[in-house]
């Protein structure tokens, strides 16, 4: 059996800062519609948007990242803390 640790600070902070971004990202679009688009539950999106969910899968993230045009790059950028602007 497999045994998850804590999520240490670094991790949390982490899962804010690309919660966040997300959710710029998002801009006028409804949550519900990006999750659709991304094959999530509008939920998934809504935690990981407020780092309540700070390590979602790497599917998860690509599939999101897809439903709003980003770059993975840019989401691993924005996730170590590096200043990443949303084009518009």
Known sequence: ???????????????????????????????????????????TLRKIETGRLPTPSFETVAAVAAALHLSLDD????????DVALSA
Do not use: K, Q, W
């Open 75 to 82: 989401i691993a950028d924005h996730a170590r803390g590096e």
């Open 1 to 43: 059996m497999m045994v998850r640790l804590p999520h240490t600070p670094e991790t949390l902070a982490r899962g804010r800062r690309v919660g966040t971004f997300l959710r710029e990202a998002r801009g006028g679009r409804s949550i519900v519609d990006v999750a659709a688009c991304a094959g999530i539950s509008a939920e």
